[in-house]
């Protein structure tokens, strides 16, 4: 029992005898369920309780007989009347300061006379003007008498003392805030000025290709120490600078965006991010509304300042004395409409892609006066045959594929790998290394637009004068002549005193498709007055690589791949069995024919090296032609066996010297299987001896290997197109070109996307997928694919993807791998393997035949007529010296 004092009246408070439920709410009374409500004298709930003491005015006293829960709605009303008060204490602290003094201020209330007569204690001077409430003073006679919730009243009092301290903490703290943001916008303000010249004001191309975080740190730093130090210690910048570098510069760009709108480089590079990962119109303007990237309408105009500076790029490394070439191919897409009517339907468009290439080897120290050779003093027969020199570095490079699959396959010749080169010879095997530099144009009216942009391009670059404005380039002659080879288009044009681009000459590389109709267009200018109506500085027309090599893997699947789905060890049998559905005689999806021939060809020569070797298995000891292991570790006998025991391989599969046919009589006793699997073999590593080169950017093996192609394919009925190509690039190499034109074409040939070792591709594969990208864009347009968004879109292509390539530079993003990654075959290989050994295509059986190869020779050329092939040279070397005569010949090939 305790007793109170309101109005110095004692008070007994007892408990009521009313029976009150203990379950209930101690607040309102209210019952609910009890797993929603809470314990009033927890621990954790010490606040609520003293909110609802200082409501209620007296401590709510525990009583196990009494409630204890708390109900979430009575919860919610402390928690709003606990934020209220700080609102009041928060506002009223704006409106008065308060600080210590030795002296009473004059603002204090002073006390009464009369009242300080009454007691001392009321008018005493001290630091705390706290008064006693009325509860505490005591009543005549009972001076030392306290009533039991005095403590609580000195409690409470205390607190309001501490509350009064904290809120003049407070209010010191906001007024440091108060200047501090004061700092920061004098910051921003200095920034903003245009005066200033700020990083983020760079918002054009040359902006956004070269966009440096540091030096945007560097400015923030300088410009803005106070927004520096909170956004560096916000984002904990000093625990890994390198990658919070970037996310430093978008907070900055995104808020000083918010400030200044001209002030918008992040938000430009932002949206060309998007647009060039094909983002959908509805995330960027998504994206918009955050501030981290401008409207979507506004990506055309970025856009249209990007396709401004399209040759900007080119001029500057034609100053600094490099030399390009073209690289074109046909480019499709269909425009579709919602409404068809008889004046408005579907079409299909078709167009022409060109990427201008940098070559990465300088032609300088080379002469470029005269062609090399004089094509009527020429035997094109002798041209074909390789060197002594070719043949050598052919054996050699031979060997090392045939030690690697060594390595890879036959645990025995392990110590290979310590004398096996990693890659292969190449000349300039430093510089095809490096990142090629390439430059996208938009699509065009083929000709006469490069001839105008190389005009263009050399004219900034102040190596000649620039054409004049009223320039038409004429139509074509009426009934123009142009034979089938096209043998003009292929003879250099001569040159011309008063010509301002005399010296040019571009190389145009394409695929065959594209090479004839170019060269057919130029066939009809032939007779026009001016060196660039004529297109004399397009020249030569090369045949890219990408193409050739797949229509060398449709030879082979034409010789070697027919209905043969049951004979073992045929290629069409390990299709079946392999279940490679997508293999087909046409080589419709190239990737996957060459990965079947691939592995075929790889097992043939793992089966071709245990019969050499004389090994049970691949895992098996040699017991033919087995290596001196007791004298490997002696000198440099490991090469001299590697050497010895590879070329005698070599001639006993791969390079066996041909004979001349003699008549066709039937011959009982020879081995057609084993023909077959050495055919295949000389397939294998004649396509792996090509990409290779490619790979490693091997302009001059490529060259050698155009000379073995001509033979192939025309010994091949259906491949004569590829025989005149592979023709005409060898006798540009050889006689029509000088020796620095085509020292340029030969190593132009193929192109580095990423830099390092190993990297190349052809350069015709990069335009197909720079195509991809542009068919991305387009379909991107939905209905919107006008002549002009299209023309837009790929002149801004290549700015975008170098401004994508920078951004990816400075956040150290790893660049993706230029090849794709395959499933593994080593299931399949060892299937194939395994149906080998039990064929054994190396043994010697004689009559053994397959029922779809039963005449099958040994070497591919076999079917090569020699006196054909005079015949044919004989005839294309006329029409070059002639300069493509009207009169036709009757001659079946041409």
Same mark, same amino acid.
């Given at each position: 029992?305790?007793?109170?004092?309101?109005?110095?009246?004692?008070?007994?408070?007892?408990?009521?005898?009313?029976?009150?439920?203990?379950?209930?709410?101690?607040?309102?009374?209210?019952?609910?369920?009890?797993?929603?409500?809470?314990?009033?004298?927890?621990?954790?709930?010490?606040?609520?309780?003293?909110?609802?003491?200082?409501?209620?005015?007296?401590?709510?006293?525990?009583?196990?007989?009494?409630?204890?829960?708390?109900?979430?709605?009575?919860?919610?009303?402390?928690?709003?009347?606990?934020?209220?008060?700080?609102?009041?204490?928060?506002? /009223?602290?704006? #409106?008065?300061?308060?600080?210590?003094?030795?002296?009473?201020?004059?603002?204090?209330?002073?006390?009464?006379?009369?009242?300080?007569?009454?007691?001392?204690?009321?008018?005493?001077?001290?630091?705390?003007?706290?008064?006693?409430?009325?509860?505490?003073?005591?009543?005549? =006679?009972?001076?030392?008498?306290?009533?039991?919730?005095?403590?609580?009243?000195? =409690?409470?009092?205390?607190?309001?003392?501490?509350?009064?301290?904290?809120?003049?903490?407070?209010? !010191?703290?906001?007024?440091?805030?108060?200047?501090?943001?004061? /700092?920061?916008?004098?910051?921003?303000?200095?920034?903003?000025?245009?005066?200033?010249?700020?990083?983020?004001?760079?918002?054009?191309?040359?902006?956004?290709?070269?966009?440096?975080?540091?030096?945007?740190?560097?400015?923030?730093?300088?410009?803005?120490?106070?927004?520096?130090?909170?956004?560096?210690?916000?984002?904990?910048? !000093?625990?890994?600078?390198?990658?919070?570098? &970037?996310?430093?510069?978008?907070?900055?760009?995104?808020?000083?965006?918010?400030?200044?709108?001209?002030?918008?480089?992040?938000?430009?590079?932002?949206?060309?991010?998007?647009?060039?990962?094909?983002?959908? /119109?509805?995330?960027?303007?998504?994206?918009?509304?955050?501030?981290?990237?401008?409207?979507?309408?506004?990506?055309?105009?970025?856009?249209?300042?990007?396709?401004?500076?399209?040759?900007?790029?080119?001029?500057?490394?034609?100053?600094?004395?490099?030399?390009?070439?073209?690289?074109?191919?046909?480019? !499709?897409?269909?425009?579709?409409?919602?409404?068809?009517?008889?004046?408005?339907?579907?079409?299909?468009?078709?167009?022409?892609?060109?990427?201008?290439?940098?070559?990465?080897?300088?032609?300088?120290?080379?002469?470029?006066?005269?062609?090399?050779?004089?094509?009527?003093?020429?035997?094109?027969?002798?041209?074909?045959?390789?060197?002594?020199?070719?043949?050598?570095?052919?054996?050699?490079?031979?060997?090392?594929?045939?030690?690697?699959?060594?390595?890879?396959?036959?645990? &025995?010749? !392990?110590?290979?790998?310590?004398?096996?080169?990693?890659?292969?010879?190449?000349?300039?095997?430093?510089?095809?290394?490096?990142?090629?530099?390439?430059?996208?144009?938009?699509?065009?009216?083929?000709?006469?637009?490069?001839?105008?942009?190389?005009?263009?391009?050399?004219?900034?670059? =102040?190596?000649?004068?620039?054409?004049?404005?009223?320039?038409?380039?004429?139509?074509?002659?009426?009934?123009?002549?142009?034979?089938?080879?096209?043998?003009?288009?292929?003879?250099?044009?001569?040159?011309?005193?008063? %010509?301002?681009? @005399?010296?040019?000459?571009?190389?145009?590389?394409?695929?065959?498709?594209?090479? *004839?109709?170019?060269?057919?267009?130029? %066939?009809?200018?032939?007779?026009?007055?001016?060196?660039?109506?004529?297109?004399?500085?397009?020249?030569?027309?090369?045949?890219?690589?990408?193409?050739?090599?797949?229509?060398?893997?449709?030879?082979?699947?034409?010789?070697?791949?027919?209905?043969?789905?049951?004979?073992?060890?045929?290629?069409?049998?390990?299709?079946?069995?392999?279940?490679?559905?997508?293999?087909?005689?046409?080589?419709?999806?190239?990737?996957?024919?060459?990965?079947?021939?691939?592995?075929?060809?790889?097992?043939?020569?793992?089966?071709?090296?245990?019969?050499?070797?004389?090994?049970?298995?691949?895992?098996?000891?040699?017991?033919?032609?087995?290596?001196?292991?007791?004298?490997?570790?002696?000198?440099?006998?490991?090469?001299?066996?590697?050497?010895?025991?590879?070329?005698?391989?070599?001639?006993?599969?791969?390079?066996?010297?041909?004979?001349?046919?003699?008549?066709?009589?039937?011959?009982?006793?020879?081995? #057609? *299987?084993?023909?077959?699997?050495?055919?295949?073999?000389?397939?294998? #590593?004649?396509?792996?001896?090509?990409?290779? @080169?490619?790979?490693?950017?091997?302009?001059?093996?490529?060259?050698?290997?155009?000379?073995?192609?001509?033979?192939?394919?025309?010994?091949?009925?259906?491949? +004569?197109?590829?025989?005149?190509?592979?023709?005409?690039? *060898?006798?540009?190499?050889?006689?029509?070109?000088?020796?620095?034109?085509?020292?340029?074409?030969?190593? &132009?040939?193929?192109?580095?996307?990423?830099?390092?070792?190993?990297?190349?591709?052809?350069?015709?594969?990069?335009?197909?997928?720079? +195509?991809?990208?542009?068919?991305?864009?387009?379909?991107?347009?939905?209905?919107?694919?006008?002549?002009?968004?299209?023309?837009?879109?790929?002149?801004?292509?290549?700015?975008?993807?170098?401004?994508?390539?920078?951004?990816?530079?400075?956040?150290?993003?790893?660049?993706?791998?230029?090849?794709?990654?395959?499933?593994?075959?080593?299931?399949?290989?060892?299937?194939?393997?395994?149906?080998?050994?039990?064929?054994?295509?190396?043994?010697?059986?004689?009559?053994?035949?397959?029922?779809?190869?039963?005449?099958?020779?040994?070497?591919?050329?076999?079917?090569?007529?020699?006196?054909?092939?005079?015949?044919?040279?004989?005839?294309?070397?006329?029409?070059?010296?002639?300069?493509?005569?009207?009169?036709?010949?009757?001659?079946?090939?041409?």
């Amino acid at each position: 029992m305790s007793t109170g004092s309101i109005q110095d009246t004692p008070k007994k408070i007892s408990k009521s005898s009313t029976t009150a439920n203990i379950t209930c709410c101690r607040l309102c009374k209210s019952v609910g369920d009890v797993s929603c409500s809470k314990n009033i004298y927890a621990k954790g709930n010490r606040a609520l309780l003293a909110a609802a003491q200082g409501i209620y005015g007296r401590p709510l006293r525990q009583d196990k007989l009494l409630p204890h829960l708390l109900c979430r709605p009575c919860e919610r009303r402390l928690k709003n009347f606990i934020s209220f008060k700080t609102v009041i204490i928060e506002s /009223q602290s704006s #409106f008065e300061t308060v600080k210590r003094c030795k002296e009473i201020s004059p603002s204090v209330p002073r006390t009464l006379a009369k009242s300080a007569r009454e007691s001392e204690r009321k008018s005493r001077r001290g630091l705390n003007f706290l008064t006693v409430p009325s509860q505490m003073q005591s009543s005549p =006679g009972k001076e030392n008498e306290l009533p039991l919730n005095a403590s609580a009243i000195v =409690g409470n009092l205390w607190e309001d003392d501490v509350q009064h301290q904290t809120t003049s903490t407070e209010t !010191d703290s906001r007024t440091d805030l108060s200047s501090i943001l004061s /700092q920061v916008d004098r910051e921003f303000l200095t920034l903003t000025r245009r005066e200033t010249n700020s990083v983020l004001r760079s918002r054009g191309y040359l902006g956004m290709s070269t966009l440096n975080f540091s030096e945007i740190m560097k400015e923030i730093q300088t410009l803005c120490p106070t927004v520096f130090a909170i956004l560096s210690q916000m984002i904990l910048l !000093d625990q890994n600078p390198g990658k919070r570098t &970037a996310p430093l510069a978008l907070l900055y760009g995104l808020i000083v965006f918010q400030r200044c709108h001209e002030m918008s480089l992040i938000q430009r590079v932002n949206t060309v991010l998007l647009t060039e990962g094909d983002a959908s /119109q509805e995330l960027v303007d998504r994206l918009h509304k955050y501030g981290f990237c401008l409207s979507k309408t506004m990506k055309y105009t970025i856009q249209d300042e990007i396709a401004q500076h399209f040759l900007d790029h080119a001029v500057e490394l034609l100053k600094q004395g490099r030399k390009f070439v073209l690289v074109l191919d046909n480019i !499709d897409w269909d425009v579709r409409v919602h409404d068809m009517r008889s004046d408005h339907q579907n079409k299909s468009v078709h167009a022409v892609a060109t990427s201008i290439v940098f070559n990465r080897v300088s032609s300088d120290h080379l002469p470029d006066d005269k062609p090399k050779k004089n094509l009527a003093d020429c035997n094109l027969k002798d041209l074909l045959m390789l060197t002594d020199e070719e043949k050598r570095c052919t054996r050699e490079r031979y060997k090392i594929f045939l030690g690697r699959i060594l390595c890879e396959w036959f645990p &025995a010749f !392990d110590f290979f790998k310590e004398i096996l080169p990693s890659r292969t010879p190449c000349q300039y095997q430093l510089e095809m290394n490096f990142k090629m530099k390439k430059k996208y144009a938009d699509l065009v009216d083929v000709l006469d637009q490069l001839e105008a942009w190389v005009r263009e391009i050399y004219a900034k670059s =102040g190596l000649c004068v620039s054409l004049e404005e009223g320039h038409v380039p004429p139509g074509p002659p009426i009934a123009a002549p142009s034979r089938p080879d096209q043998p003009l288009s292929h003879v250099p044009p001569e040159m011309i005193a008063d %010509d301002p681009l @005399a010296r040019v000459r571009l190389p145009c590389f394409g695929d065959q498709l594209t090479r *004839v109709r170019l060269a057919g267009a130029k %066939d009809l200018r032939a007779g026009s007055h001016t060196p660039q109506d004529r297109l004399d500085h397009l020249y030569p027309f090369r045949i890219v690589d990408w193409h050739t090599k797949r229509s060398f893997l449709k030879l082979v699947f034409k010789r070697l791949y027919t209905n043969s789905g049951r004979e073992m060890g045929t290629m069409q049998y390990f299709r079946e069995k392999m279940q490679r559905r997508n293999v087909t005689q046409d080589v419709k999806h190239y990737e996957d024919c060459e990965q079947l021939f691939l592995s075929i060809g790889r097992c043939f020569a793992v089966e071709a090296l245990i019969q050499f070797f004389n090994m049970v298995d691949q895992n098996g000891v040699p017991t033919k032609n087995r290596p001196p292991y007791y004298m490997l570790e002696v000198g440099n006998n490991k090469q001299v066996y590697y050497d010895s025991v590879l070329d005698k391989f070599m001639d006993q599969f791969l390079l066996q010297p041909t004979q001349d046919p003699v008549e066709h009589d039937p011959v009982i006793d020879e081995d #057609f *299987v084993h023909n077959y699997s050495v055919c295949i073999l000389k397939y294998f #590593f004649l396509l792996l001896d090509f990409k290779d @080169a490619v790979r490693e950017g091997n302009g001059a093996r490529l060259a050698t290997l155009h000379k073995v192609l001509v033979q192939h394919f025309k010994s091949c009925p259906g491949f +004569n197109s590829y025989a005149i190509e592979m023709l005409i690039n *060898v006798v540009q190499n050889e006689v029509f070109l000088t020796d620095a034109e085509a020292h340029n074409c030969v190593w &132009a040939s193929t192109a580095n996307w990423t830099g390092g070792p190993g990297r190349n591709v052809e350069i015709d594969l990069l335009q197909e997928n720079r +195509n991809k990208d542009l068919k991305k864009q387009i379909k991107a347009m939905g209905a919107n694919k006008t002549n002009k968004a299209i023309d837009r879109s790929s002149r801004a292509s290549g700015g975008e993807r170098q401004i994508a390539e920078n951004y990816d530079l400075q956040v150290n993003r790893p660049v993706h791998s230029s090849s794709h990654s395959h499933q593994s075959s080593v299931l399949d290989d060892k299937k194939i393997l395994a149906d080998l050994r039990t064929l054994k295509p190396f043994n010697t059986i004689p009559n053994r035949k397959h029922d779809s190869f039963q005449e099958i020779s040994s070497d591919p050329l076999a079917t090569l007529d020699e006196t054909k092939l005079a015949r044919w040279l004989s005839r294309h070397k006329k029409n070059l010296l002639l300069d493509a005569p009207i009169i036709l010949d009757n001659e079946d090939e041409i």
